[in-house]
């Protein structure tokens, strides 16, 4: 820029710095304005007196003519934090104090966009507030305006540690107390979080968090849990649960988890509408559900309803609470008893309109039945119900259990009607009257094929109950009641049973009952009148002819009596008759009595008590007790205490007393099963056990008693006894206690302690054969045990059983030098729970002299016997082994002469299946030893192997008997039968023989025994099909050798044997016996003459007891050599004369018995002989022999006369004295018996026979010709 002259202009510097200079002022004046403004709010918002001045000015502003606000006073600044105490809000009747507000905050917060409050405490909040229904209603509330009009806020706002502790609200009537309240939330934008909220309000716990978007449809997203306080079902534990929400307020996606009361877990949605009526887009809330709730597995909760269990259970809810659809099913299993469960299943359709509940069809089906009820429910206006039910079960016994199976019960069905109100609350708060109807249209079953009908119905007007003719009938049985009780208190009832037919209500039952019972007056003083009568009742083998029960109530005391008699009842084998009964009961349920009188063939009891019904049970004294029969008479010694009762059962010590016994019992049963018992039984007399006529016999032989000083002892008896010939003496013992859970029996712990100390125990028996002479007289001998100490110790821990038990005895005969028996006996026994055994029992004799009592054939016996038996396996199957040692035994048998020594026997065992039997024995110079095995002895399969070997083993050293042998055997034996292998050698036998027994005279060779009675004594007969050993069939093949020193002497005989025979045996069969027995040398003596054995054999070619024979005897007189030949058989001898030189048979015969020649022959001694010489030896020519001794005696008759065998054969001699007497002389050849008969002809038809001998007679004869 240039001026005017042409020069350049200047630049106006001095403006500029003007502006500048402004500028510079404007911004200082500013500056010193927030200074001085931010120095005048910090005065007032960063002091406590400017605090307080802006509460007051805020308090001014607040206060008008229809609210006021004032607190007591105020501590902090605006800038940090306040705190207000006693602050009061008042409007009109409505208010509201808090005892306490602290705030903290940080202002500094500000800066970075947030605000945030630190903490805000709230004590001690009370609200009164009382609606206005005369306030006018208000502009519609639009949310999303009200909203929009705030947010979003330019800063977040952050609330911590947010608390409200004690909070009483009243609104209107209605009051709520808040425990505590806490939160933490924070809210940007239009997103509100609500975090750790937690609320403790009786009886409710609740923690939660939330996001909710404050923005329609308001979005939301919500989890909680909630917790009561207390159970709501005894039993049960307090109920909780949690729940979880999604999506907004119109719309919500439910699932929640109900626990502790039951577990149902519930999902779905619900539709609120709530987003539409915060913005007044509705009038109301439209709330509709689609909800299912399942049901787990449980038993149903609460008192008494243990027995049902849910198996699965869906309910689903439809529709709005103004129509509400419920349809469920469910599986309900009910436990009717022990292992017996009633299976169902349960549906329902229903809807649920407002008040109303509308039930199509509640329906339980069983697998044959059905139950449905159906009607309407209403409580509106009060409650109101009308419902109908039916049943139809065609097999309604298979749901009773314990049901008999002679009861069948069949085709149950039955309909009619429920109905009840109960009016709305009055005025005045007073309950509305109730009304209730059920009746039973029809009523119909069948049992055992008779059918029963019935109905009647029971209503209540509010005042009176009424039971209107209920009636049940079958055939001519009958059941019929009315009642009526008014004003709670008035009764009158009617009740009558006529039943002439019983087997149609009980098909083992027979007989006539008929019954009356009337009830008037007042409840708590009711008269009552009974009167039952049951005539010709027969159940089962039970017969009562007549039973009578009356009973009345007069005044509050009550009397019933039981009369019967003459009752038959079964026991065992036999009938017994209890021949009067009488139960009379006396008294109030407070104070009572009760007496028992019964009489029977078998028992007579006798019993008194009092007592008391209080607290849902019984509790009084057993007074007096008495039981007599014939195992004692028991008398109770005191009063015992009883109580009876659901939760506890108690009973004191009850104490019995018979003679010098005494029995006590006390326990207690509680509640939960707990039980405690205690038994003592003190000395029992163990003459109980005996058998009447054995002890008499033992006490007899004795010249003892077992009842020294207390006869009463010989009353009792117990129904089993030991055997015969046995007898006990003594007293025994027992403790025993009992505890745990009763319905546990294995797991009850148990202890039973059983003792007797010095008791005796007797035997009686027959004394030995052998022991007596032909002019003893036998006496029984009785062998006397006595025993110290017998305990028994058992106990139950643990479901484990353990017992042990204790015996020491002895038994000695003071009269006797014989060694006292002294013994032990100990026992272990263990048992599981599951019956798995293990034990065992030691037995120990340490001197064997006692064995004497027992054999006394026996003498000086010595040894050791040891044992112990092991148990193990189960119960069911037992395994016992063990070993049983005989050691270093010796023994005298004087009957037999043997000296045994040295005797070891060992049986042992692992199990009950397999038994090892050995042994060794010395006796005379030799030894014997053997050893078995026996296989399952207990089982039908049982078998038996032998081995039995010795060298000279005596088994006889008697002087007319004297035997040693030396076996080597083997042997079975099972079922099936024995078998026996081996060699017997004899090496020694010397027998004199001077008698023989009984059966070595046989029968006739041809008897045959078919059949005989059982125990018949057949000697020596054949019998058909029957074995050497009856009907056990036996086989096997022995070799008997007989060695160098096998003498026999006796009858004549004098002859050394040898030789060999082979027995073969065959099952169901006689022996078969092959070989040769031979007289190496001998002689035979017959009437007084020696002749020598040349030649002597015995051949066995199959039956054992008819060999065959080879014997060739003589004897030399002079120059005479004279003999006999002897062949067949035993059973058919034939013998044959010889002689050198050649003579006639008599005269042989007679050299060979008399030494001389026949015609030298001159006595009647010496005839004998011949005879008997001729009978003897079976010679074939006896009768030429006999005529030529008659002719040489001069004789009318000479002969052998036989009536049966050869032992009743006698020599006949006879003479004519004239023409008509004869004499005949008769003696035994080989019986010590003679005869003399004379016959006397009188003439030709008349003969007269006298006859004198072991009998005399004389016989007239008299003949007549036809």
């Not at 605006?78 to 602050?87: K, N």
């Not at 805000?120 to 006018?136: E, F, M, T, Y």
């Not at 039997?917 to 049982?942: C, Q, T």
């Not at 002689?1139 to 005269?1147: E, R």
Request: proline share 4%; with cysteine; charged share 20%.
């Amino acid at each position: 820029m240039t001026a005017d002259n042409g020069t350049p202009a200047r630049p106006p510097e001095p403006r500029l710095r003007r502006v500048l200079r402004w500028l510079l002022r404007g911004l200082a004046a500013v500056f010193l304005l927030v200074l001085i403004t931010l120095s005048a709010i910090s005065a007032a918002l960063g002091t406590h007196r400017g605090s307080q001045w802006v509460l007051a000015q805020a308090s001014e502003l607040l206060n008008n003519n229809t609210m006021s606000v004032s607190f007591d006073h105020a501590e902090g600044t605006f800038l940090r934090g306040i705190d207000l105490y006693g602050v009061s809000y008042r409007s009109g009747d409505n208010q509201v104090t808090v005892a306490q507000l602290h705030s903290r905050w940080n202002p500094m917060t500000l800066l970075e966009g947030e605000f945030h409050l630190q903490s805000l405490r709230i004590a001690g909040v009370q609200v009164d507030w009382h609606s206005d229904p005369d306030a006018p209603a208000g502009p519609p509330l639009v949310l999303d305006e009200l909203l929009a009009s705030i947010l979003p806020l330019p800063i977040s706002v952050r609330l911590s540690n947010a608390r409200l502790d004690g909070a009483t609200i009243n609104y209107d009537d209605a009051s709520y107390t808040i425990s505590s309240l806490g939160l933490d939330m924070s809210l940007q934008g239009r997103t509100l979080a609500i975090q750790d909220l937690s609320f403790d309000a009786e009886p409710l716990t609740l923690s939660a968090g939330l996001t909710l978007e404050l923005q329609s449809p308001y979005g939301v997203t919500a989890d909680a849990s909630w917790q009561l306080d207390d159970s709501l079902l005894e039993g049960t534990q307090a109920p909780g649960g949690t729940l979880s929400l999604q999506g907004n307020l119109d719309r919500l996606q439910m699932e929640h988890d109900l626990r502790g009361l039951t577990d149902v877990t519930s999902r779905g949605e619900i539709q609120l509408g709530l987003a539409r009526l915060l913005n007044a887009q509705g009038d109301a809330l439209d709330l509709r559900v689609d909800l299912q709730h399942t049901l787990a597995t449980q038993t149903l909760p609460g008192p008494g309803m243990e027995m049902f269990t849910v198996q699965a259970l869906t309910l689903r809810t439809q529709g709005s609470p103004e129509d509400l659809a419920l349809f469920a099913a469910a599986r309900l299993d009910i436990d009717l008893a022990d292992d017996f469960v009633l299976e169902t299943d349960l549906n329902l359709r229903a809807a649920l309109r407002g008040s109303r509940l509308q039930v199509d069809e509640l329906a339980m089906r069983t697998a044959t039945g059905l139950l449905a009820i159906a009607g309407n429910v209403d409580w509106a206006d009060g409650v109101s119900a009308n419902l109908d039910y039916r049943l139809d079960e065609p097999a309604p016994g298979d749901y009773i259990p314990g049901l008999p199976d002679s009861m069948i019960i069949e085709n149950l069905r039955s309909s009619g009607q429920l109905s009840f109100s109960q009016a709305a609350t009055g005025p005045a708060g007073e309950p509305g009257a109730q009304v209730l109807s059920f009746s039973i249209d029809n009523l119909q079953a069948s049992v055992n094929d008779y059918t029963f009908t019935g109905d009647g119905g029971f209503d209540y007007d509010g005042d009176t109950w009424t039971v209107d003719s209920f009636a049940l009938q079958t055939g001519e049985n009958r059941l019929a009641l009315t009642a009526s009780l008014r004003d709670g208190n008035r009764i009158n009832a009617d009740a009558s049973i006529d039943a002439p037919a019983l087997s149609v209500i009980y098909p083992d039952l027979e007989g006539r009952l008929r019954a009356d019972a009337t009830v008037t007056g007042r409840l708590d003083e009711p008269v009552i009148d009974l009167d039952l009568t049951a005539s010709n009742v027969v159940f089962g083998a039970i017969s009562v002819p007549e039973l009578v029960v009356t009973g009345q109530n007069r005044g509050g005391m009550n009397e019933i009596e039981l009369t019967t008699g003459n009752i038959r009842v079964p026991v065992g084998e036999t009938t017994e008759t209890v021949s009067d009964v009488l139960l009379r009961l006396r008294g109030q349920p407070d104070a009572h009595n009760v007496l028992l009188r019964m009489d029977s063939s078998l028992v007579n009891i006798r019993l008194n008590a009092d007592g008391s019904l209080a607290n849902g049970g019984w509790r009084g004294r057993l007074l007096s007790s008495e039981i007599n029969s014939d195992y004692g008479r028991w008398q109770q010694s005191q009063a015992a205490d009883i109580s009876l009762a659901t939760e506890q059962m108690n009973m004191e010590t009850l104490c019995w007393e018979m003679v010098a016994t005494n029995l006590c019992i006390n326990a207690a049963l509680s509640g939960d099963d707990q039980l405690e018992a205690r038994l003592t039984l003190q000395d029992y007399p163990l003459t109980a056990l005996n058998h009447v006529p054995s002890e008499q016999l033992i006490a007899r032989d004795l010249d003892a008693s077992f009842h020294d000083g207390n006869s009463a002892t010989a009353d009792i008896r117990l129904p089993f006894t030991l055997p015969p010939d046995t007898a006990l003496q003594g007293t025994v013992s027992l403790e025993a206690t009992a505890s745990g859970v009763i319905s546990d029996i294995n797991g009850l712990n148990i202890t039973v302690n059983a003792g007797s100390e010095n008791g005796n125990f007797y035997v009686r028996s027959e004394p030995p054969v052998d022991d007596l002479t032909d002019m003893d007289i036998p006496e029984p001998v009785v062998t006397h045990f006595s025993w110290s100490n017998i305990a028994l110790s058992a106990s139950q821990q643990n479901r484990e059983w353990q017992a042990t038990s204790r015996l020491r005895f002895v038994q000695e005969d003071p009269d006797s030098a014989v060694a006292a028996m002294r013994g032990s006996a100990d026992a272990n026994l263990r048992m599981t729970e599951a019956r798995e055994i293990a034990g065992n029992v030691q037995l120990d004799f340490d001197d064997l002299g006692w064995v004497e009592a027992l054999a006394p054939q026996l003498s000086n016996v010595t040894g050791e016997l040891e044992g112990q038996l092991n148990l193990q396996g189960t119960l069911q199957q037992p395994v016992i082994g063990g070993d049983l040692i005989l050691s270093d035994a010796a023994f005298v048998m004087p009957s037999l002469g043997l000296d045994m020594r040295a005797i070891d026997v060992t049986l042992s065992s692992d199990d009950a299946n397999a038994f090892s039997l050995a042994g060794y024995a010395e006796s005379g110079d030799g030894s014997l030893e053997f050893s078995s095995d026996i296989l399952r002895p207990f089982s039908e399969e049982r078998s038996l192997t032998m081995q039995l070997a010795g060298s000279n083993f005596v088994i006889a050293d008697m002087p007319d008997l004297s035997v040693a042998i030396s076996p080597d055997l083997r042997g079975t034996a099972s079922m099936a039968g024995i078998d026996i292998n081996g060699q017997l050698l004899i090496p020694h036998v010397d027998a004199r023989i001077t008698t023989l027994p009984e059966s070595a005279v046989d029968v006739s060779s041809d008897t045959v025994i078919v059949a005989a009675d059982d125990g018949s004594n057949i000697r020596n007969a054949a019998q058909t099909n029957r074995g050497i050993l009856a009907d056990t069939p036996v086989s096997g093949n022995i070799q008997l050798i007989l060695g160098e020193d096998v003498n026999i002497a006796g009858f004549g005989l004098n002859a050394q044997l040898s030789g060999q025979l082979d027995i073969d045996q065959r099952p169901m069969a006689s022996p078969l016996t092959y070989g040769e027995l031979e007289v190496a040398e001998g002689s035979f003596e017959l009437y007084g003459r020696t002749l020598n054995i040349e030649q002597g054999k015995l051949l066995f070619m199959g039956s054992y007891d008819n060999p065959a024979i080879d014997i060739r005897a003589v004897r030399t007189v002079e120059n005479m050599r004279v003999g006999v030949q002897m062949n067949g058989t035993i059973r058919d001898i034939r013998s044959s004369l010889f002689s050198t030189p050649t003579l006639p048979d008599g005269d042989i015969l007679a050299v060979m018995i008399t030494g001389r020649p026949i015609a030298e022959i001159g006595t009647e001694q010496d005839g004998n002989a011949l005879v008997g010489a001729i009978t003897a030896l079976g010679i074939n020519q006896g009768q030429g022999l006999t005529d030529q001794i008659q002719s040489q005696l001069g004789l009318d008759t000479f002969a052998i006369n036989s009536r049966g065998d050869v032992n009743d054969s006698s020599l006949m001699l006879g003479k004519y004295i004239t023409p008509r007497i004869f004499i005949r002389y008769a003696v035994g050849l080989f019986e010590t018996e003679n005869s003399l008969e004379i016959d006397y002809t009188v003439n030709d038809r008349i003969k007269l026979e006298a006859t004198s001998g072991q009998s005399q007679s004389i016989d007239l004869t008299y003949t007549v010709e036809q």
